[in-house]
């Protein structure tokens, strides 16, 4: 229990929550989708906040998503040639072997998270009027602004409790 209510999650959640509801906000204000930029919250959380991660998160979370753009290209191209699930399966296929083959070479690009943002815009464009474009800017703009604001709510739990742990500490030696 102790570790549940420990000062560290509490304010880490409080400034977290805080945080989402403002970008909920925003972003519905501008009538733009929240997915993108919270599936990359996410995945940054999946990594365990580590910064470093966050290039291959954001291009291979755009890539991902502009894979849907490309089905629709090859759609159109093999539709008629191949029937619309073959041409489907076919570039699904080629997308997957692609990470498969490339992870080691273009990791950046071809990376799980590509895998997992193709998947969530495949869900997503299946809504009416599908906009991926906006979706990607919605996850390079926002997605980064969420990961360096995950970043800075953990400096600044960090600061707050360093500093309180020090006032103690100050208050004894003057004593």
Not at 31 to 53: C, I, N, Q, R, Y
Not at 98 to 117: G, H, R, W
Not at 145 to 154: A, E, S
Request: with cysteine.
């Amino acid at each position: 229990m102790r570790k549940v209510l420990a000062r560290r999650n509490i304010l880490f959640g409080f400034l977290l929550v805080a945080f989402i509801i403002v970008f909920e906000i925003i972003l519905a204000r501008l009538k733009l989708p929240a997915w993108p930029a919270f599936m990359v919250m996410v995945s940054f959380f999946m990594a365990h906040e580590d910064p470093g991660t966050a290039p291959r998160i954001l291009i291979g979370g755009l890539a991902g998503i502009a894979c849907i753009v490309l089905l629709g290209e090859f759609d159109q191209a093999f539709d008629m040639y191949l029937g619309a699930e073959t041409s489907k399966l076919i570039f699904v296929g080629i997308f997957v072997y692609s990470i498969v083959l490339l992870k080691d070479v273009i990791p950046y690009v071809f990376n799980t998270y590509a895998f997992l943002f193709f998947l969530a815009a495949s869900i997503a464009s299946r809504a009416p009027n599908p906009e991926p474009y906006v979706w990607m800017g919605v996850e390079l703009a926002v997605g980064g602004i969420f990961i360096v604001g995950v970043i800075g709510i953990n400096r600044i739990v960090d600061t707050v409790l360093e500093q309180r742990d020090a006032v103690p500490a100050v208050r004894s030696q003057s004593d």
